[in-house]
């Protein structure tokens, strides 16, 4: 089993930044992948940027070039930093963990609100 707990969200103006971390623990060796999705209420969740164990990165179309997901192995943590932020950015966004065996995992969500 992994757990995953995000952090950073909040309240931010357009055009501002905010980063979201999500600690990962239990059974990390099992991880490949972890990525962030967003979900608005009527929607379905969609990803928003992945990197794999080995350093690869995708991103929906709709951040690049804004936002930028990194890992710190060492910490077992994710960071997803969000720069040039837009009203329609507005989420709860969620950490996801991938295991080798496909299993998934997610985190609780943190709301992120970008509004003036």
């Known amino acids: 089993q992994v757990q995953l707990v995000e952090s950073g969200g909040g309240l931010v103006q357009p055009g501002g930044s905010l980063r979201l971390s999500c600690a990962a623990s239990?059974?990390?060796?099992?991880?490949?992948?972890m990525a962030w999705y967003r979900q608005v209420p009527g929607k379905q969740r969609e990803l928003v940027a992945r990197?794999?164990?080995?350093?690869?990165?995708n991103y929906a179309d709709s951040v690049k070039g804004r936002f930028t997901i990194s890992r710190d192995n060492a910490k077992n943590t994710v960071y997803l930093q969000m720069n040039s932020l837009k009203p329609e950015d507005t989420a709860v966004y969620y950490c996801?963990?991938?295991?080798?065996?496909?299993?998934?995992?997610w985190g609780q969500g943190t709301q992120v609100t970008v509004s003036s």
């Open positions: 239990g059974s990390i060796s099992s991880i490949n992948t």
């Open positions: 996801n963990a991938a295991s080798w065996s496909l299993s998934m995992y």
């Open positions: 990197i794999t164990s080995g350093g690869n990165l």
